[in-house]
């Protein structure tokens, strides 16, 4: 099983699929797993800051699947240059599901990439 990190980096979506995922997303503004598909899908499509928007949304409606909200946002974040906000999110994926494998796997991902070559 592939770390979330590794699925989606230089893939495109096709547009038809994102107009899915985003009239869902936007057709019910407290549906967390709406915008947290979506999200995903943004990223998968490379489109980093609307990725980040939507995983901020997501957010924004609680939710007992909150960690995949932090865990996407950090690897969003991370993909963005961003990799000490990305990391303090991923961190708390993994708090909050500490047997989340995807979330711990991005989590070792993102702090190798502290440490330089």
């Given at each position: 099983m592939l770390p979330f990190f590794a699925i989606g980096a230089g893939l495109g979506l096709h547009t038809?699929?994102?107009?899915?995922?985003?009239?869902?997303?936007?057709?019910?503004?407290?549906?967390?797993?709406?915008?947290?598909?979506?999200?995903?899908?943004?990223?998968?499509?490379?489109r980093l800051d609307d990725a980040i928007r939507e995983y901020q949304r997501a957010l924004g409606t609680p939710s007992p699947e909150d960690y995949l909200a932090h865990n996407g946002l950090g690897v969003a974040l991370v993909r963005a240059g961003r990799l000490a906000e990305g990391i303090e999110l991923m961190r708390e994926c993994v708090r909050l599901r500490p047997d989340y494998e995807h979330g711990r796997a991005n989590l070792e991902t993102a702090l190798a990439l502290t440490k330089g070559p």
């Open positions: 038809a699929w994102l107009e899915r995922t985003m009239v869902r997303a936007t057709g019910n503004p407290e549906c967390f797993i709406c915008h947290t598909n979506y999200a995903r899908d943004l990223l998968q499509a490379g």
